[in-house]
């Protein structure tokens, strides 16, 4: 590994150190309020196409936080 790989290798660990748990935290807060959301909204009586645009909308945003933070690839 040269020395450029490396500094990039430390300065992305270093990134991780500083999130510490408060971040996953505020996105574990936003996907339970999502998931809620789409709890409430299911029982409500909404056009079905409305209902699912809307699931559909609040699950891409729910994987973006998945894939992005909790699986570190953002």
Known sequence: MDTIQQAL???VAEQHRHH???LFFWVWG???LMTA???FLTY???QP???LTIL???SFVKVALIIGYLMHMK
Do not use: M
Request: a positive charge; aromatic letters at 0%.
């Open 9 to 11: 290798a430390e300065r």
């Open 20 to 22: 510490g748990k408060a």
């Open 30 to 32: 936003a996907l339970l």
């Open 37 to 39: 959301g789409e709890g």
């Open 44 to 46: 409500q009586n909404v």
């Open 49 to 51: 196409i409305k209902v």
């Open 56 to 58: 559909l909308g609040l």
